[in-house]
Structure formats: C-alpha cells, structure tokens
C-alpha cells in the first residue's frame, strides 16, 4: 500500500515550537513565520534545552543569544579603545561587567565559547590594531603611542606588538610603506605603458 | 553555506604536506573547510570558476613547480575580484629579505614551515583563529600582516 501525503510544513513547525515551549514550561507567543517571542528571562540552561529538542526536528535558532551576548562584549571593547584618543584607566572586566551588567565570569565564559579566544586576547589584538594605524599615521612616536593605549612603556608595547603579529613596529611600518611603494610603482607602470591614443 | 566554518584553500605539490597540512586543520576548534590545489596553475584555475565559493583564506606554498607562490600571489593582488582574501604563504625558508618582500606584494601572512607535526598543528591553530578573530571582527585588512615560526 503506497499513501500519498499532503502537508503544510508551516504548520508542522509551529506545532513543534508550541510543544516544546510547553513541555519546558516556557511562556511565549509565536509572533510569525519563524519568530517567536519568550515573555521572560528564559535560564540559559533551559534555553540550551530548548535549542537541543527543536535540532532533532531540523529547527535551529538562529539569533543565539551567546553571539548576541559576544557582539555586545565587542562592540563595547571596540568603542573603549578607538572612541577617545586616550585609553580610559579602568579595569576591563569591572567595565564590560557594570555595561552589560553581567558577571565577568558569565561574560567571559560566553565570549571565549563563541569566538575560541578569550576577553582578554581580543582587547590586546584591538590595541594593536589602534596601534598599527597610529603608526602608519605616522604623527607620534611608538612611545607616545605606548602611553595613549595604555602600556607601561614602549618595550611593553614592542613586545605585545611582535607577539601578536610577529614583527617588531618597525618592520611592520617598513613593510607597508614599502607595500605603498609597489602599489604607486605599478600604477605608474601601467599608465607609462598604456598606448597613445591620440 | 555554513557561515560558522573558516573555508580554506591550500595549494601545495607535496601529497603528504597536504595530508599533514589537512590533520592539522581537523584539529584546530575553529570549524574549517577545507578545499585542497596541487599547484599554482591549478590553484588559479580554481579561484576563477564563476561557481565556487570563494574561501576566505589561502595558503600557498612557495615552491611549487608550473606556478610559484610568489606569482599567484602577484596574481591574486592584481585581481580586484579577490580582493578579501586572506593570503598566507609558507615556506622552509625564513630570510628577513624574502619576508618583507613577500609581504610587501601583498601578502597578509607568512609562515615558515616547521619540520615536525607537533609545531605545524600549533602554528595552523594559531593562524586560523586570528584569521577567525579578523573574519569576525571586519579588521583592515590593509594592515593585517602576521609572521609564524
């Protein structure tokens, strides 16, 4: 015997979401296709519970709150470092933790999770992404540099620089004036060699 | 498309590199796929089909026979079409002098090859999670440059 099945996947999945919000006792309303609003702080225990029972249907969730959580944790890292011209002298997990009032620890777990490098790391590599630029601005001395981000010295700085991209500052500006060099050279080049037209 | 993986592209001529090369990859957290060229000319011809994905992040052997790494890189940067690519070259050599200039034509990374397994999957975990971190975090990719050894 061979049956032949007609069926609305929109109204499967709806009735899968509404099961299992049930099931686990979370209040919600389904706001449309595909969204569904949580009416209160779900735990994130229960929110992985949740995530886990709808995979085995195919259903993921796409606005995963740790990525949220994560982007929140950059872009406020983001903003300390580029925003003023010097670096604020303050604590960097007492800063994240009052901003997103969170616990460092909560926070801390999150980040390294989704991105595989932790709070800590991130905020030395964006210091030397500033870093990178300020010197191939070319307007203040590494020293200065070092002092508006917050280093204890230049050699600290020099250090943190040659750890994180392997080279000191100094081979890093020589590469890329050198690197503005062959970029010029071959548009120049290029113009030299182009037939007259006239 | 899985936006969550790293897609890597390797261009080598040795099988067991790639063999070693691919081990690595498989133990790094960060998720990657991994697409594999035995040379330069076959890694060009790859980059301009119409349909594939274009990886985020290529490593090039120097020395490959046909095609060198130093003239697909050239190629590469001369091509706006990939301008988003992450370039890391490696090599067994580490001269000062072949390292600028690999850098300076172009290229973001540039790895001297260890001679043991071990080194090679720590350097490989190290490069693909900064990569990871760039990716992420849309750094200037001008000023992106990273020397391993």
Partial sequence: MKLHIKYD?????????????????????ITGLGEV???????????????TS???????????PKNVLTQKIKDAIVEMVYLKDALPMINISAYLAKKLNRSYAHLSATFSEVTFTTIQ????????????????????TLTEIAFKLNF???????????????????????IIRKRKETDLAEKHHVQLTKPNRN | MNQDALYVLLADDDADDRLFFKDAFEEVKVK??????????????????????LPNVVFLDLNMPRKSGMECLKEIRSNNKFKDLVIAIYS??????????????????YIKKPSDFEELKKIM?????????????????????????
């Fill in chain 1, 152 to 174: 204890s010295s230049v050699a600290h700085l020099s250090s943190e620089f040659k750890r994180i991209t392997g080279l000191t500052p100094s081979a890093f500006k020589r």
């Fill in chain 2, 32 to 53: 990657t796929v991994v697409t594999m060229v035995n040379d330069g000319v076959e890694l060009m011809n790859y980059l301009t089909k119409p349909e594939i994905r």
């Fill in chain 2, 125 to 149: 975990a190290k490069v693909v999670t900064v990569n990871w971190l760039h990716h992420l975090s849309g750094f200037n990719k001008e000023n992106f440059l990273l020397y391993v050894e």
């Fill in chain 1, 9 to 29: 996947i929109n109204i499967c999945c709806k009735i899968i979401l509404q099961e299992q919000l049930d099931i686990l006792e979370i209040p919600y309303t």
């Fill in chain 2, 92 to 109: 067994t050599s580490a001269s000062e002098k072949n390292i600028e200039e690999t850098f300076a034509n172009g290229a973001n990374i």
């Fill in chain 1, 37 to 51: 609003e949580i009416k209160r702080a779900v735990s994130i225990a229960k929110y992985n519970e949740f995530e």
């Fill in chain 1, 54 to 64: 709808l995979r085995k249907y195919g259903i993921e969730i796409i606005n995963d």
């Fill in chain 1, 121 to 140: 790391n991130f905020m030395i590599v964006q210091k030397i992404e500033r870093a990178k630029h300020e010197i191939n601005e070319g307007r203040e």
